[in-house]
C-alpha cells in the first residue's frame, strides 16, 4: 500500500490545500494530513480545531484519509506510519526552490527511503495562501473564494474574535 503523507499547518485549510489532497488520492492508497504542531508558530486555530476542519472536508473520502498531527521530524513521523512519500504542494518558482531543499534533506535523512512528489495547485489557487486568507478575515472581505463554504462561517468568527 502506497502511504502518503501531506504535512502543513493548514491555518486554515485552503481551497489549494483541498486542491491538492484530492489530487494525492489520485496517487496514493492512503493520505494522512499531518497538521504540524510547531510552538514557534502563532496559529489562529488551534491544532485539534485545524484537524477538525480538515475532517469536514475530507470525511467524504472515507479511510483513504487519516489526519493526525506531528512534532519533530517528518521522517519520524513517516517511519512511524509506514509512509514513504511525502506530498508537497507548489504554488510559484519560490516553493519549488525552498521546498527542493526539504526534499533533498528528507530523502537522505529516510536514507533513501522516502521521496517527495511535488504537486501544482490550480491555477485559481497558484497565490492562495492561509496568511492570506487570514488577513482577509480580519477585514471582513468574501472567503468563499478562498475557503470551503463548509468553513468559511468559521474562519470569519475566529477572525471576529481575534480582532476583539
Given at each position: 500500500?502506497?502511504?502518503?503523507?501531506?504535512?502543513?499547518?493548514?491555518?486554515?485549510?485552503?481551497?489549494?490545500h483541498f486542491?491538492v489532497i484530492?489530487k494525492?488520492?489520485k496517487?496514493?492508497?492512503?493520505?494522512?494530513?499531518?497538521?504540524?504542531?510547531?510552538?514557534n508558530?502563532?496559529c489562529?486555530?488551534?491544532?485539534e480545531?485545524?484537524?477538525?476542519?480538515?475532517?469536514?472536508?475530507?470525511?467524504e473520502?472515507?479511510?483513504?484519509i487519516?489526519?493526525?498531527s506531528?512534532?519533530g521530524?517528518l521522517?519520524?513521523?513517516?517511519?512511524?506510519?509506514?509512509?514513504?512519500?511525502?506530498?508537497?504542494?507548489?504554488?510559484a518558482?519560490?516553493d519549488y526552490e525552498?521546498?527542493?531543499?526539504?526534499?533533498?534533506?528528507?530523502?537522505d535523512?529516510?536514507?533513501?527511503?522516502?521521496?517527495?512528489?511535488f504537486i501544482?495547485?490550480?491555477?485559481?489557487y497558484?497565490?492562495?495562501?492561509?496568511?492570506?486568507?487570514?488577513?482577509?478575515?480580519?477585514?471582513?472581505?468574501?472567503?468563499d473564494?478562498f475557503?470551503?463554504?463548509?468553513?468559511?462561517?468559521?474562519?470569519k468568527?475566529?477572525?471576529k474574535?481575534?480582532?476583539?
Amino acid at each position: 500500500m502506497k502511504i502518503g503523507v501531506y504535512a502543513g499547518s493548514f491555518d486554515p485549510i485552503t481551497k489549494g490545500h483541498f486542491d491538492v489532497i484530492k489530487k494525492s488520492l489520485k496517487i496514493t492508497d492512503k493520505l494522512i494530513v499531518a497538521v504540524m504542531n510547531n510552538a514557534n508558530k502563532k496559529c489562529w486555530f488551534s491544532l485539534e480545531e485545524r484537524k477538525e476542519l480538515i475532517k469536514m472536508l475530507t470525511n467524504e473520502f472515507g479511510e483513504k484519509i487519516e489526519v493526525k498531527s506531528f512534532d519533530g521530524l517528518l521522517i519520524d513521523f513517516m517511519k512511524e506510519h509506514n509512509a514513504e512519500i511525502i506530498i508537497r504542494g507548489l504554488r510559484a518558482v519560490s516553493d519549488y526552490e525552498y521546498e527542493l531543499g526539504y526534499a533533498f534533506v528528507n530523502h537522505d535523512l529516510s536514507d533513501g527511503e522516502v521521496d517527495t512528489i511535488f504537486i501544482p495547485a490550480a491555477r485559481e489557487y497558484m497565490y492562495l495562501s492561509s496568511s492570506a486568507v487570514r488577513e482577509a478575515a480580519t477585514v471582513g472581505a468574501r472567503l468563499d473564494i478562498f475557503v470551503d463554504t463548509k468553513i468559511a462561517d468559521i474562519v470569519k468568527n475566529k477572525a471576529k474574535n481575534i480582532k476583539g
